[in-house]
């Protein structure tokens, strides 16, 4: 299995602009999530979905942020506009419906974002 | 809101060297708790889980766990200067993984 893929890797951009992050989870996982990580504030759990469905989005940091989960494949994460607090480094990460063996979290390798 | 605590470190141990990273947590009832380890520029993964009281052992990595006093340890033994990374502590709650802001251990040959 290749992981769970994003893209883009790194993205430089200037305040105002949209940024959409896309992730590819590991194909049969049932939950996805997005985090956000900065030195400042450590990983933070943005949202989850179970099943293509949001469950708690209650770390979206505003309404500038949104996610999707059009199918079991794919999802977006979408920031519009863009400021340069938002920059830091975005995960997906993915895991099956089970916490019973490992529970683990398999995470991208993340996209880099900055804002100018 | 659950807190999950870590010392930033660095913590710096030589070689071949017992290393010891500590986490606390702030939700009495949580059950289950993870070390991640994350290599500068890459992503977290997993080293190894723990949800009962006592210790777990995987090869040079043992995980101590105690519920009462809501802390979680990881000890790396014959630290390995390739060990050197953050290492993140986590806390299953509902369905999701709360993090620590990481400890950075540095092992100098």
């Known amino acids: 299995d290749a992981g769970v893929i994003q893209s883009p890797r790194h993205e430089v951009t200037e305040m105002g602009q949209e940024v959409t992050l896309r992730c590819k989870p590991i194909?049969?996982?049932?939950?996805l999530f997005w985090y956000r990580q900065t030195m400042m504030r450590g990983l933070e759990l943005l949202i989850y979905?179970?099943?293509?469905?949001?469950?708690?989005d209650s770390g979206m940091p505003e309404d500038r942020f949104s996610a999707k989960m059009p199918n079991a494949s794919f999802s977006t994460l979408k920031i519009q506009p863009s400021e340069p607090r938002d920059s830091a480094v975005y995960f997906c990460?993915?895991?099956?419906?089970?916490?019973?063996?490992?529970?683990?979290?398999?995470f991208g390798e993340g996209s880099r974002l900055t804002v100018l | 809101q659950k807190e999950v605590e870590q010392n930033s470190g660095p913590l710096s141990v030589p070689e071949g060297a017992i290393a010891s990273l500590n986490c606390t947590y702030s939700?009495?009832?949580?059950?289950?708790f993870f070390w991640y380890r994350q290599y500068s520029g890459k992503s977290p993964e997993l080293i190894m889980f723990?949800?009962?009281?006592g210790d777990k052992e995987d090869g040079r990595f043992t995980a101590q766990l105690n519920k009462a006093s809501q802390y979680v340890s990881l000890l790396i033994r014959d630290s390995q200067p390739s060990d050197s990374a953050t290492y993140l502590c986590?806390?299953?709650?509902?369905?999701?993984?709360?993090f620590g802001k990481g400890t950075m251990l540095l092992v100098s040959p």
């Open positions: 990460a993915s895991r099956v419906d089970s916490w019973v063996n490992t529970g683990e979290l398999f």
């Open positions: 939700d009495r009832g949580s059950q289950s």
């Open positions: 986590a806390v299953h709650e509902y369905s999701t993984l709360t």
């Open positions: 194909s049969g996982h049932d939950y």
């Open positions: 979905f179970n099943n293509n469905v949001p469950i708690d």
């Open positions: 723990i949800y009962s009281n």
